[in-house]
C-alpha cells in the first residue's frame, strides 16, 4: 500500500511515536524552590516558621500596654466630669435627662421617656459625649432585661455601644450575654470592643471568650481592649493553640503576624512555668 501511494505521489505515512509520560513522582524543578520569604510544606504546601516559645517570646515583646484609648477614657466618665465638659444648654439637658430616667415617669408613646431620651442624646450633646450621656442615662433609668434588649435591637449602633459599655453596672448576672453575642457577631470595631468589656470577662464561657479574642485579632480591634486579658488568657493551652493555627494560616498565606497575637500568645504561656 506504501507503494501504491508513492506512486499517486503521497508521501509515506511516519509511524507514531509513543507520548513521553511524566513521571508523577517527578515535580518540576520550580516547584521544588521555596517562594521568597516562604518556607515550603509537604505536599507542596506552605508552612509558618514556629513562633518563639516561652522566655524567647515574652523577653522579645514590651509589657501589654495599660492605656486606654481617647473614646475608653470618654465613655467612662462620671456624670460630674460630663456636666464640667458641656455647655449650658447640653449640661441642662443632661440634668433633667437623668432626672426623668430615675424616677421613671412612665411612656410617652410605645417607649418611656428615658428611651427617647437616648436618641436625643447626639444631638443634645455632641457626638463626642452622647456615648457617656447615654451610659449615664441608662445607669439611672435601671432597665430590666426587656428594655434593654429593645434599646440594644431597636436603637443606632450608637446606642447599641452605650447598652454593652453599661452591662456591668446593669445586668450582675449572665442575663444580657446574647447582646454581647450578637456584637461578637458583628464587624463594627467599636462594638466589639465594647462586647470585650468586663461584662464579657466575667461572664463568657472559655470557648466563647476564646473566639472572641481571635475575633479581635481578624478585625484588628486591639487586644487592651480585652478585659482581664492577663487573668484569663494565663495557662490557656487551647487558646495557645487557636492563636498557633491563626498565625500558620496568616503566613502561609503570605500575610504578617499581628503583635497583638504574639502578645497574647506570651500571656497563655506565663502559667506554663
Excluded at 515583646?61 to 465613655?75: F, G, S
Aim: glycine fraction near 8%; charge should be positive.
Amino acid at each position: 500500500m506504501a507503494a501504491a501511494r508513492a506512486d499517486r505521489g503521497h508521501a509515506p505515512r511516519r509511524p507514531r511515536t509513543p507520548p513521553v509520560r511524566r513521571r508523577r513522582d517527578r515535580l518540576p524543578a520550580r516547584a521544588l524552590r521555596p517562594r521568597r520569604g516562604r518556607l515550603p510544606g509537604p505536599h507542596g504546601r506552605r508552612t509558618a516558621p514556629p513562633l518563639p516559645r516561652g522566655p524567647a517570646l515574652r523577653g522579645a515583646l514590651p509589657a501589654l500596654p495599660q492605656a486606654r484609648t481617647r473614646e475608653h477614657l470618654m465613655t467612662h466618665l462620671t456624670a460630674d466630669d460630663l456636666r464640667d465638659r458641656l455647655p449650658g444648654a447640653a449640661r441642662a439637658w443632661l440634668d433633667r435627662a437623668l432626672d426623668e430616667a430615675a424616677a421613671h415617669p412612665g411612656a410617652h408613646g410605645p417607649i418611656s421617656v428615658w428611651e427617647l431620651r437616648l436618641a436625643e442624646a447626639g444631638r443634645r450633646c455632641g457626638p463626642e459625649h452622647a456615648t457617656t450621656a447615654r451610659a449615664l442615662i441608662l445607669a439611672a433609668a435601671r432597665p430590666d432585661r426587656d428594655a434593654l434588649a429593645r434599646v440594644y435591637h431597636q436603637g443606632t449602633a450608637e446606642e447599641r455601644l452605650a447598652v454593652l459599655r453599661a452591662l456591668p453596672g446593669l445586668v450582675p448576672g449572665p442575663d444580657a450575654l446574647p447582646l454581647v453575642e450578637d456584637a461578637l457577631r458583628t464587624n463594627d470595631t467599636r462594638l466589639l470592643a465594647a462586647a470585650v468589656g468586663p461584662y464579657a470577662a466575667r461572664h463568657l464561657d472559655p470557648h466563647g471568650w476564646r473566639h472572641a479574642v481571635l475575633k479581635c485579632l481578624f478585625t484588628g480591634v486591639p487586644v487592651d481592649a480585652i478585659a482581664d486579658l492577663d487573668r484569663r488568657a494565663r495557662g490557656d493551652a487551647e487558646l495557645a493553640r487557636m492563636l498557633r493555627d491563626y498565625a500558620a494560616e496568616r503566613t502561609a498565606a503570605g500575610r504578617a503576624v499581628p503583635d497583638d497575637l504574639r502578645r497574647v500568645l506570651a500571656l497563655t504561656e506565663e502559667g506554663d512555668q
